[in-house]
């Protein structure tokens, strides 16, 4: 592969759950385990079930004792971890994605030096508003966001992201209306710092992706975005497997997506999870 799959999150029952569904995707791929990097934020050892991914992915465990009023901030905390431990990740070019997506096929990318690739977010983020909160000059390029390809970048550089991300979703707390999107701050603060350091950022079609909403379209991702047809947040203390039979959706419906994915997992993956 071009690229080593990576994600980073908390050990968490919601992401847990999540997590396992991303894999049953995956599995069918025929991904091996060593291209797939699960890095996860535990309270001194993982839980039981996040072991059991070790069967299917490269685990790595951190102990994050911060009390963080920004949660996400946790991510690019993982990554500077991860990459502070192995430096010559640096040169290892990395497929970022979230455990609450869908694979059903894999970009085919042929990433370019010095440059980085992105799914089109450009619904989600701005540019051009907000780098003064934390130093940096305003640049209106379309940003990306979400899922990216790319490499070159450091630990120092991800526990930038991590401060910044912090110092941006503070600001946006206090001084800016609620409606605006607080909880991706950690994604502008990324591709802003790529800006920074000189990064190149394209968006790729590769990294085209259906997110819940809408009729069902012919692209390899899926992110669960949308929550009015299934609200995963209904799901943070227990696991939805049992109770998916009662969502009924259209087959035309792009949720349905995730919805049969949740049943595939339980029917076929958990078996011999």
């Known amino acids: 592969m071009q690229y080593k799959i990576i994600l980073a999150q908390e050990d968490t029952a919601l992401y847990r759950w999540q997590l396992k569904v991303f894999l049953s995707s995956v599995v069918k791929l025929g991904v091996s385990p060593e ?82 690739y992105w799914s089109d977010a450009g619904r989600y983020i701005e540019s051009g508003k907000y780098e003064h909160v934390i130093g940096l000059k305003p640049n209106t390029a379309t940003p990306g966001g979400f899922h990216a390809i790319g490499k070159g970048v450091d630990a120092d550089f991800w526990y930038k992201v991590e401060e910044d991300s912090m110092k941006l979703f503070e600001h946006m707390c206090r001084y800016l209306d609620p409606r605006e999107d607080r909880w991706i701050c950690e994604m502008r603060s990324w591709i802003w710092n790529l800006w920074d350091k000189g990064f190149q950022t394209e968006i790729s079609r590769e990294l085209d992706f259906e997110y819940g909403k809408g009729p069902r379209r012919n692209v390899h ?48 993956f958990l078996k011999d999870f």
């Open 35 to 116: 291209d797939i990097i699960l890095l996860a934020a535990v309270n001194k050892q993982p839980h039981a079930d996040f072991r059991k991914f070790e069967k299917y992915a490269t685990c790595f465990y951190y102990e994050d004792t911060k009390n963080r009023f920004y949660r996400p901030s946790c991510k690019p905390y993982l990554f500077g971890r991860f990459w502070e431990e192995y430096p010559e990740n640096k040169e290892q070019c990395f497929f970022f994605t979230e455990q609450d997506m869908l694979l059903t096929g894999l970009p085919d990318m042929h990433p370019a030096p010095g440059t980085w």
């Open 221 to 268: 991702l899926y992110h669960h975005l949308d929550d009015r047809l299934f609200n995963k947040r209904n799901y943070t203390d227990k696991e939805p497997f049992e109770d998916i039979d009662r969502y009924r959706v259209s087959p035309v419906v792009s949720a349905s997506r995730y919805i049969e994915a949740i049943k595939d997992c339980r029917d076929n």
